[in-house]
């Protein structure tokens, strides 16, 4: 199989203006990600990074031609993502590009375009230790993650998620004052494969996690699909007999 191509997409924003999460994430909290990726798949995957202030967020046609699984993550500038871009992801992961969804990602506009519902919270940004436990231990993504999965310090995330119901719950995470959420999810959109998973606050070395870096890892490998070209699903007209060839229609008829 070839190396799986991999864009780690990070908004870069706290690391430049908040000088403890610059000493946390020096190179960036999208390229300690990236580090992460490459520490658990090594050969299996080529990875690059990309951030916000790049020209078209570094995520240009080409680009996305070339990446099997973008990984997701942003917070406090999710509006200065141009709609243009989100459209071109969006079409992409309709394609069969794999999405991996970080921590305050699900605010972004491609997870919320994606959902299709708030994907509203409740949530506490203190040091909260965080317990992620498997819930489908059979599932990929869960391959060589403990039980529980024991994170010391990071920010809460309660329910209710306001998300479609799931079409697999990986982890579910129990926190200190007894909250519990949804944190390992994956939905299919398209021909495209989406896993979201809960931690990685930025006041927090949380994407130094050897654990935390293994599930990103598997749930890049999971996302990625095998498809012979990226083409977003199409209406087929089809008359009885023919069964390889149709009439195919742009849009809904008007």
């Known amino acids: ?3 799986v191509r991999v864009t780690v997409w990070g908004e870069n924003r706290h690391e430049k203006i908040e000088e403890h999460v610059r000493a946390i994430y020096p190179e960036g909290m999208h390229a300690t990600i990236a580090d992460g990726i490459r520490e658990n798949l090594g050969e299996v995957a080529v990875v690059t990074t990309a951030t916000l202030d790049d020209p078209e967020h570094g995520l240009t046609e080409e680009a996305l031609q070339g990446t099997d699984v973008l990984v997701w993550w942003g917070h406090a500038a999710h509006g200065e993502v141009a709609d243009e871009v989100v459209e071109r992801v969006h079409r992409h992961v309709l394609a069969g590009m794999g999405l991996v969804v970080l921590h ?3 605010w972004s506009k491609i997870f919320m375009k994606l959902m299709g519902t708030s994907c509203t919270l409740r949530w506490r940004s203190e040091h909260d230790r965080e317990l992620i436990w498997t819930v489908d231990p059979t599932h990929p993504i869960a391959e060589g993650v403990p039980h529980p ?3 010391d310090e990071d ?5 209710f998620f306001d998300i479609p119901a799931p ?5 579910i995470s129990t926190f200190s004052g007894g909250e519990a959420f949804r944190s390992g999810c994956t939905f299919h959109r398209g021909y495209g494969r989406i896993f979201y998973f809960r931690p990685g606050d930025q006041d927090f070395p949380t994407y130094h996690h050897k654990d935390v870096r293994r599930v990103i890892a598997n749930g890049v490998r999971w996302a990625r699909t095998e498809r012979p070209e990226r083409a977003v699903p199409v ?3 089809y008359e009885t007999g023919e069964f390889f060839s149709g009439k195919s229609y742009a849009g809904p008829l008007g």
Do not use: A, K, N
């Not at 920010?155 to 329910?159: I, K, V």
């Open 167 to 171: 079409d697999e719950l990986i982890f």
């Open 104 to 106: 305050s990602g699900h």
């Open 155 to 159: 920010e809460m995330y309660g329910e």
């Open 149 to 151: 999965l024991v994170i």
């Open 1 to 3: 199989m070839t190396p």
């Open 235 to 237: 209406l087929l007209r």
